[in-house]
């Protein structure tokens, strides 16, 4: 199995633990994984991404444009940003929630979710569209949208990780005071089969 991942964000999003998770989970399960971070804007609300490649003959972790296996998009903005690198027929995961990125509340510039959604609807053939506030309601809590977005990677089937792999990553990686409430969110995509 080899997969190429670009997650995307803005800072204070979860990006980079998801990311972490994910390289976790595949390590757990014997893949070499590569990975490259941007965060250097994170505590600013800029742009956060992270490109993750898994599996064996990987031998840089940057991905070029156009061979991304899946991009999750925390915010749908940096999605749009990032749909150059998807490949054809890849699939794309993307919270509905804009959050304004320093860039475009300097420009003075409209900013809304729906435009770049509906963006995605007409260039992503295979698209997965996360209601947020609705999620993060049923969750339980504000802090968990990277996990809900993990969980909506696996239902996609575009991950190539088992709800097993991410579930004992979480257990590794994350506090146990906050195991519960992150497996929730992990399993929250299934109800919405």
């Known amino acids: 199995?080899?997969?190429?991942?670009?997650?995307?964000?803005?800072?204070?999003?979860?990006?980079?633990?998801?990311?972490?998770?994910?390289?976790?989970?595949?390590?757990?399960?014997?893949?070499?994984?590569?990975?490259?971070e941007t965060i250097g804007m994170a505590q600013?609300?800029?742009?956060?991404?992270?490109?993750l490649r898994l599996g064996d003959n990987v031998y840089s972790p940057m991905i070029a444009r156009g061979e991304a296996d899946l991009i999750l998009g925390f915010e749908p903005g940096e999605a749009v940003r990032m749909l150059p690198y998807l490949k054809p027929g890849g699939q794309v995961v993307?919270?509905?929630?804009?959050?304004?990125?320093?860039?475009?509340?300097?420009?003075?510039?409209?900013?809304?979710?729906?435009?770049?959604?509906?963006?995605?609807?007409?260039?992503?053939?295979?698209?997965?569209?996360?209601?947020?506030?609705?999620?993060l309601a049923e969750v339980g809590s504000s802090k968990v949208l990277n996990?809900?977005?993990?969980?909506?990677?696996?239902?996609?089937?575009?991950?190539?990780l088992t709800e097993e792999d991410l579930r004992n990553a979480i257990l590794e990686k994350i506090p146990e005071k906050f195991h519960a409430l992150n497996l929730k969110a992990l399993e929250w995509a299934k109800q919405e089969e």
Do not use: W
């Not at 595949?26 to 994984?33: E, F, I, Q």
């Not at 510039?109 to 770049?116: G, L, P, T, V």
């Not at 996990?147 to 190539?160: D, Y």
């Open 1 to 36: 199995m080899r997969k190429n991942i670009v997650l995307c964000g803005v800072g204070g999003q979860g990006t980079v633990l998801a990311s972490r998770l994910i390289s976790a989970a595949a390590m757990a399960k014997g893949l070499p994984v590569m990975s490259a």
């Open 94 to 135: 993307v919270s509905n929630r804009a959050v304004m990125p320093v860039t475009a509340s300097l420009s003075g510039a409209a900013y809304r979710a729906e435009d770049m959604l509906s963006f995605l609807r007409d260039h992503v053939e295979r698209l997965m569209v996360v209601d947020a506030e609705r999620a």
């Open 147 to 160: 996990l809900i977005l993990l969980g909506a990677a696996l239902e996609s089937g575009a991950l190539g």
């Open 44 to 51: 600013r609300g800029g742009s956060v991404f992270s490109h």
